[in-house]
């Protein structure tokens, strides 16, 4: 509501510890909480080009203190950036909480992308030291836990101080490989749906969820398309015009590959009158892995490596089912898999006038299948 500098001794904290004073240039991106246990304010920043972040603390926000440090682990393909460090109870348990440390990473995101990546680590956190779990460690920093699998999930930044512990997050929709050259005018890129973090158990694993946030329910318009089949036969079945922003619930029965059933089953939106341009969305029942397919999204042409395909692991549910849940915008496609354990973010650069949508079934028949679909409305109106 107001605010007034403080003039005596600004900035507060100058340079990163003499130890790191060489890295000065490289020292940036602060996150700031309230830590209730030591009655403190808490600082994590990055140094940037050496993979590491460092915690000060301090009773009046004016006075840090130096606390340690947490780095290199996991991916390095690129500078640290972006840090969040935030509690979050597990199964919805107060009495079990962990902590959860997010950072950006530029280059070397996940696998089969280029360019801008997130992962996250799972741990505790006791005032002075952060310290992972061993399963969220993975040795020889060739691999890491990734927030997004997809191309476009950056600088990922969450609220702190919401009531009763949320924890909401949203990411830059762009890569630095080509962020400046994405064919938009008069502004470039977006931001992703509000996503509501939690800590659950999936596969006796403590695992961190993604869903959107309730309050979008808001922009959500009517139910415009909602079907059920037994079976959708190989082949494709014309859901019409879906409209450039929409809501897409998707669900199907996994299987294992044979001749009688299909190797992929997708839904390609944003479609010309003949589906030569298209993204798909969908799950190849062989690999267990979600996709998004915009080598023929539109406009690629102004960088090599964005008509792609970009893959995440996603296990069927307990009850044999796999679950998508898709934002569709006029330039982007966001996917939340399961539970909201894999997300999959992709811009996409379609003709405007392409609305259209099908499922495609691959090689055979995808039993139990629905799909509902809600227009998103202007959240500016």
Not at 48 to 68: C, Q, R, V, Y
């Amino acid at each position: 509501m107001t605010w007034t500098t403080y003039d005596t001794e600004n900035p507060v904290i100058h340079n990163p510890p003499s130890t790191y004073a060489t890295e000065y240039q490289n020292f940036r991106d602060p996150f700031v909480f309230w830590h209730d246990e030591t009655q403190k304010w808490i600082a994590i920043a990055a140094l940037a080009k050496i993979h590491k972040l460092f915690l000060w603390s301090s009773e009046n926000l004016k006075d840090w203190s130096p606390l340690g440090e947490f780095g290199p682990k996991n991916a390095v393909g690129g500078v640290w950036e972006c840090p969040n460090l935030f509690p979050l109870s597990v199964n919805d348990d107060e009495s079990t909480t962990k902590w959860v440390l997010v950072l950006g990473l530029n280059p070397g995101g996940p696998p089969g992308t280029v360019g801008s990546g997130t992962q996250y680590f799972i741990g505790d956190f006791n005032g002075t030291t952060f310290t992972p779990d061993s399963e969220s460690v993975h040795p020889g920093n060739e691999t890491a836990n990734w927030l997004d699998w997809g191309p476009d999930f950056y600088a990922a930044a969450s609220y702190n101080g919401l009531p009763g512990g949320e924890r909401v997050q949203l990411a830059w929709m762009n890569n630095w490989q080509y962020g400046a050259a994405i064919p938009t005018d008069p502004w470039r890129s977006a931001m992703t749906v509000p996503r509501r973090l939690s800590l659950k158990m999936v596969g006796k694993k403590i695992t961190l969820l993604q869903r959107p946030h309730e309050n979008l329910q808001s922009v959500m318009g009517h139910r415009d398309v909602s079907h059920s089949w037994h079976s959708v036969s190989e082949g494709s079945v014309d859901l019409g015009s879906l409209g450039k922003a929409f809501h897409i619930s998707l669900s199907f029965a996994d299987h294992d590959s044979d001749d009688r059933h299909a190797s992929e089953f997708a839904i390609a939106v944003r479609a010309s009158a003949d589906f030569s341009q298209q993204t798909l969305v969908g799950y190849n029942f062989t690999s267990k892995e979600v996709f998004v397919d915009r080598r023929k999204s539109g406009d690629v042409s102004f960088d090599g490596t964005f008509g792609s395909i970009y893959h995440t692991p996603l296990s069927a549910g307990p009850s044999g089912r796999v679950n998508l849940e898709i934002f569709v915008d006029w330039s982007s496609v966001e996917v939340l898999g399961g539970q909201g354990e894999v997300s999959l973010t992709s811009q996409i650069f379609p003709d405007g006038n392409f609305t259209n949508a099908r499922l495609v079934s691959t090689e055979g028949s995808t039993r139990d299948v629905k799909v509902r679909v809600n227009r998103v409305d202007s959240a500016w109106e």
